[in-house]
């Protein structure tokens, strides 16, 4: 079974350009989540979806970061104009049950996509 | 604000030696917790969850956790130089509909042969 991937691994622009970032969870996972790493600091969540629908996107630092995920299956995050602070690795990570066992499932990671913006 | 706090490390032990890795929280209402090892420029691969106070045993690892104190820690027997990693601590600050991980610093741990 194909883990969580993520497109692309690297990314490196300029200040002021747009980025797309991609997530292709598990197959048959509903719940997709995004995450975001900057250097030297902890994993911070961005947001949850469940299948297409946006269920918690209170980690979302600015209206510069938009999240899609339609048709439930894969998710892109848009980073429109991007900032030197955005710099960092973003994970997604997929779970398969939701509902009431929602607070036990495994979130599964993506390796991540590295931007760089200059 | 809800945190998790970790030692960041590094933290070395010789081969064959328990590891243990410590991590507390914030959010007294936390109600499950997860073991993440991370390898450098890797993604962050589950190793164990718990969810209820005790010890969690899994191969040579166990999880402990103390939601009375607020703490749950990792121990991992036999070290071996490939559990050489970051292990990142994350606790479910999600409600009853969601989950939002809040992630601890991790700690760096070296196993030295």
């Known amino acids: 079974e194909a883990g969580v991937t993520q497109f692309p691994s690297h990314s490196v622009i300029e200040k002021g350009q747009t980025v797309t970032l991609r997530c292709d969870p598990i197959?048959?996972?509903?719940?997709l989540y995004w995450y975001r790493r900057v250097m030297g600091k902890e994993i911070k969540f961005l947001l949850h979806f469940v299948k297409e629908s946006k269920q918690d996107e209170s980690g979302m630092p600015n209206n510069r970061f938009l999240a899609e995920r339609t048709g439930g299956t894969y998710s892109t995050l848009k980073v429109q104009p991007a900032e030197l602070e955005d710099s960092g690795v973003y994970f997604c990570a997929s779970s398969q049950d939701g509902g009431l066992a929602v607070l036990t499932d495994t979130q599964y990671f993506g390796p991540g996509t590295r931007l760089t913006v200059l | 604000q809800k945190e998790v706090e970790q030692n960041s490390g590094p933290l070395s032990v010789p081969e064959g030696a328990i590891a243990s890795l410590n991590c507390t929280y914030s959010?007294?209402?936390?109600?499950?917790f997860f073991w993440y090892r991370q390898y450098s420029g890797k993604s962050p691969e589950l190793i164990m969850s718990?969810?209820?106070?005790g010890d969690k045993e899994d191969g040579r690892f166990t999880a402990q956790l103390n939601k009375a104190s607020q703490y749950v820690s990792l121990l991992i027997r036999d070290s071996q130089p490939s559990d050489s990693a970051t292990y990142l601590c994350?606790?479910?600050?999600?409600?009853?509909?969601?989950?939002?991980?809040?992630f601890g610093p991790g700690t760096r741990l070296s196993v030295l042969p």
């Open positions: 718990i969810y209820s106070n």
């Open positions: 197959s048959g996972h509903d719940n």
């Open positions: 959010d007294r209402g936390s109600q499950s």
């Open positions: 994350a606790v479910n600050a999600g409600d009853n509909y969601g989950q939002n991980f809040v």
